[in-house]
């Protein structure tokens, strides 16, 4: 036999031992089927395979887009036939007569067994966070270099992933031009742009409308609360710094102070993640006038009830408190805890002239200590928003490409 043949026959062999290592059969309900695959029991809802089905009637491949008439979908498909192929697909024939193909290792990309999703979440959703406190605060500080990240697109999926984890990413030695921060940005998707325009400046301003813009110091806070489509991440470039005391850099991780919080007051966890605060804004940025409002607690739980986003901010807490007067004590003392733990538990940098620090602004709270400001103190900052949307999109795109 030649070695082609002999290539050919193995693959056979090798395809009809997957085979034989898979099986399937319906629930007694009728309504899952079960699938063995060497060992390991999957179950899929007929519902769902229904819904899935890969055929050109019910799939568009080239804009992996569903195109299955919904208005006309049974949501109790019954079975007439089950049918594992030599080449290792599933094949069912329902009892309108339509047939569905699926591969058996789609399936298994697809399996209901929550240790399968967790793992697909954490490799195609969005990569586990990791919390630090002022005593890890090093280890969780990663540096990239400018020039890496805007050439090199495995610097740059690092970079993304580091920024996901720890919701920090430092990038040192960019070049002296004031769009830089804005090119970064731009490297992964597009500028967020919001009242303070694409590109804002974070320097002494006499008579500005936000507080960030004065030379004094800048306690804890995340920006612009008052969005209910908050900006994601801040992307900060340093291109003067003073050369006096002060002007450094406040940073506490949200994540980790309130699951402290939860563990250590529940109640007063409670009570931060459930009573809706009012976020106010009202000014005028480059002769454009705003008012914005949004309601939302300072900590936000997804369904699951994990943390999900941080608001806070002192100046941007309006006097309006729409809540029951019995929960406004109590949720000012819970308030206490919080801002107690964040603060002390800040850590502190002075970022030089050619650093960049991008900060996951639903994330950690960041602030700044106050310096003097004067034809020869001065401080400069350039800074833009983008959206975390934008950010997972290029970290999943770039490990398509790894």
């Not at 519902?47 to 080239?62: G, M, Q």
């Not at 731009?186 to 813009?213: C, D, L, M, Q, W």
Request: proline content about 3%; aromatic content about 10%.
């Amino acid at each position: 036999m030649y070695p082609r043949q002999q290539a050919v026959a193995r693959l056979k062999q090798l395809t009809q031992l997957i085979r034989n290592y898979s099986s399937a059969r319906l629930c007694e309900n009728k309504e899952n089927l079960i699938l063995d695959i060497q060992k390991q029991q999957e179950v899929f809802p007929l519902v769902w395979l229904r819904d899935n089905c890969k055929c050109t009637s019910c799939f568009h491949e080239h804009s992996t887009s569903r195109i299955i008439k919904w208005i006309k979908f049974d949501t109790s498909p019954k079975v007439s036939t089950i049918e594992i192929t030599n080449d290792n697909n599933l094949v069912l024939q329902w009892h309108d007569k339509h047939i569905s193909k699926f591969s058996i290792d789609w399936l298994k990309e697809r399996s209901f067994r929550e240790d399968s999703q967790q793992k697909y979440l954490q490799e195609n959703y969005r990569p586990a966070r990791i919390p630090w406190s002022q005593e890890t605060f090093d280890a969780a500080r990663k540096v990239y270099e400018y020039e890496d990240i805007m050439k090199n697109d495995h610097a740059l999926y690092n970079w993304l992933v580091d920024f996901a984890r720890y919701g920090m990413v430092f990038t040192r030695n960019a070049p002296n031009d004031n769009h830089a921060a804005a090119k970064v940005a731009n490297r992964i998707a597009f500028i967020r742009k919001t009242h303070y325009v694409e590109e804002f400046e974070v320097r002494h301003t006499p008579g500005t409308s936000n507080v960030a813009y004065l030379s004094g110091s800048l306690q804890l806070h995340t920006d612009l609360p008052y969005y209910e489509y908050v900006p994601g991440a801040i992307i900060l470039h340093c291109l003067v710094q003073t050369d006096g005391e002060g002007g450094d850099s406040l940073l506490s991780d949200g994540l980790y102070h309130a699951e402290k919080l939860r563990q250590e007051n529940k109640e007063a966890f409670d009570l931060l993640s459930s009573v809706e605060v009012n976020w106010l804004d009202i000014g005028s940025e480059h002769g454009d006038k705003y008012h914005t409002i949004f309601r939302c607690p300072v900590i936000r739980l997804d369904l699951q009830g994990n943390i999900d986003k941080i608001h806070y901010s002192v100046p941007q807490r309006d006097s309006h408190f729409t809540v029951d007067v019995k929960h406004v004590k109590p949720w000012y003392e819970a308030l206490k805890l919080f801002v107690n733990s964040i603060t002390h538990g800040t850590s502190k940098l002075k970022l030089q002239p050619g650093e960049l620090l991008a900060v996951d602004n639903v994330r950690l709270l960041h602030g700044r200590t106050s310096y003097q400001d004067s034809d020869k103190t001065e401080r400069y900052l350039k800074g833009v928003y983008i959206d975390w949307d934008e950010l997972f999109s290029k970290m999943r795109v770039l490990k398509s490409q790894k």
